[in-house]
């Protein structure tokens, strides 16, 4: 009676080890995204996800200040990050880059724009340069406008003053969020205000206000090349030799600028439509894009991975 029991003990805890065990990978599975508030990188964020869910993982994302992304990449509480704007964020990421805990990995959308802007009529009266903004000081209120604090681009702002350069010494940063930035903005050209703020592309501000992106860049602002930036996807060190399939999909993941500013639009256009929605539509009329991004890759079983996408945009 006593060995009996003896072997059903054994089988109950071989039992549990093994229920434990296939807990602990399930766990391990999950691709976990850190995020952050700005409407572009929400919608990569929700469609990579979505698409992920649809292959068969499972998928966590967390939206964060840029500076804790980093964080969370660096030690281990997050796998994947699609929004690195280069050069704008070097001041940020570079270090995780430098480290080695944070590999750069692949470019997900060249041609962007990230730098000061200002309306158009403002522009072709006279302030088209960086070197023009502390001449009209007083038109501008001795102000210019960015988005949430701890952003790279509101640093290299308040850089700018901290070091007077370009004579912006007496201004100050106005720090709110994406949306309330870009409303009080459109609402200031409307009514023929003179404002500097903080622009980038794609985004539907683009076509909401009348801008015009301003010349004078240089390394230790926006970059080069009057701010045009490349926006990078990251991954936390050792994440593609755990999941060699999902970082092959990452690999192919591009997301064209067009692309956004249409998603975007849209977004903006009506009201009711969710990130993920509004990204999956333009999807759907554009295989010649999405098809690309599963060559080589297959579902979490091993099939291939287009058809199992193919089919679960059919449900939508």
Do not use: C
């Not at 840029?66 to 270090?95: C, H, R, T």
């Amino acid at each position: 009676m006593k060995n009996i029991w003896s072997k059903k003990l054994i089988y109950i805890i071989l039992a549990l080890t093994m229920a434990l065990s296939s807990n602990a990978t399930a766990a391990g599975d999950k691709i976990r995204f850190a995020s952050v508030g700005w409407t572009g990188v929400t919608v990569k964020t929700e469609l990579t996800t979505d698409i992920l869910e649809s292959l068969g993982y499972s998928t966590s994302k967390r939206t964060l200040s840029v500076p804790i992304a980093y964080k969370a990449l660096e030690m281990g509480d997050a796998d994947v990050f699609l929004g690195n704007w280069m050069p704008s964020m070097a001041n940020i990421a570079q270090k995780f880059f430098d480290n080695g805990s944070v590999v750069k990995y692949v470019a997900n959308m060249p041609g962007a724009k990230y730098t000061l802007a200002a309306p158009k009529f403002v522009v072709e009266a006279g302030l088209d340069d960086f070197n023009d903004i502390a001449k009209y000081a007083d038109k501008l209120e001795h102000k210019i406008y960015g988005i949430e604090p701890g952003n790279d681009g509101n640093q290299i702002i308040l850089n700018m003053i901290e070091k007077d350069m370009f004579g912006l010494g007496d201004f100050k940063l106005v720090e709110t969020s994406e949306s309330i930035m870009v409303a009080e903005v459109k609402t200031m050209a409307q009514q023929g205000e003179w404002v500097v703020f903080l622009g980038w592309a794609p985004h539907h501000m683009n076509t909401l206000i009348d801008m015009e992106y301003l010349r004078g860049s240089t390394e230790k602002t926006f970059g080069p090349n009057d701010g045009t930036a490349t926006v990078y996807t990251n991954i936390r060190a050792g994440f593609d030799e755990e999941q060699p399939n999902v970082a092959r999909f990452l690999q192919n993941l591009i997301f064209p600028v067009e692309m956004m500013n249409e998603i975007m639009h849209m977004l903006n256009s009506d009201k009711s439509l969710e990130h993920v929605e509004a990204g999956m539509k333009w999807i759907k009329e554009h295989p010649e894009v999405y098809r690309s991004w599963f060559e080589g890759v297959t579902t979490s079983k091993g099939e291939p991975a287009l058809p199992a996408f193919e089919a679960y945009l059919q449900t939508l």
